[in-house]
């Protein structure tokens, strides 16, 4: 992208009534209405495209953080037109100079799906893109045989012809594109033979993106110009590779930390237990201490997801749910009840406990979840 600062000849930090001067000023010297070499008419588009994207907090801001200041994915389409600036300098209705033949390409958006452990350590993946490229043979100028283009003899280089209209209100002179350069004031009469003039061609190639560890769903990596080449062979667009981020069979994700639900016979519970946990490092044993009541939870300790940017890691929350036993035979049901009764249990009316905490927080979402 260009240097907008050097373009203008402003510093880095100059104020808005600094970089509106010295737009002005070099408006007024390269305007294609004052200055009649084609060179300048290129230079006056490009030191207003400075302008409009030095003079906007919001464009500026982005171009400052190294974006693409019109990048339609960084925020809004706002802001004010070529012709709204030629309308504050110049007065309304008057030329607003010949279309720039070399604009910027588009940007575009392109979706990868990953799994959780490719989100989790990071990844990379080759994407395959139909884009433009820049045509080799004219280097993007659509001219053969290093030709240039040459100044319209209809409109004068003006990009646009003007017409006298009589209407009710008296004789109203219109301005439109010109028709015989389609407004860009100059007229390429030997196109490239490769682009017909377009100045790039379409190409199929593949990108190798890295996909850091820790992004997660809707994260978004911007490679800065490997979009589309733009017409003229203007500068190349972005592309923003999207994540999209499979649901984990049984692990589910909460920002950094994962959480798991694992069911323990009610023996298991009241002694203690040791129990194989399938994680994103593999299996792990986990202990499960005498007395653990259903939705309890044990953490697992650096086992959840990569933070974006760092070394360290999540936590891996492994919700235990003590299952009671359904279908006892005869024999069972005896030997439970002598075990209520060696613990002086009165069988006909156990005590309620108020356990509804276990119903709450974050085990609710996760059962909930789960039974989805
Ligand atoms: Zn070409
Ligand atoms: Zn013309």
Redesign the pocket.
Known sequence: MADYYNLLGVDRDASFDDIKKSYRKLAREFHPDINPDPSASEKFKEITTAYEVLSDPDKRQRYDLGGDPFSQFGGGQGGFGFGDIMDAFFGGGQSRGPRARQRAGQDALIQVEIDLAEACFGTEREITVETAIR?E??GGS?CANNSRPTTCGICKGRGETQQVTRSIIGQVMTSRPCANCQGYGSVISDP?G??AGD?RVRSRHTINVKIPAGVENGNRIHLAGQGEVGPGGGPAGDIYVEIIEKPHDFLIRDGKDLHISIAISMVAAALGTVVEVETLDGKQQVEIKPGIQSADAVTLRGFGVTKLRSNTRGDLIVHVEVETPQKLSKEEQELLKKFALSRGEKLSSFEVHNRNKHHDGLFGKVRDAFNR
């Open positions: 045509c043979k004219c659509g490239c490769e682009c100045g």
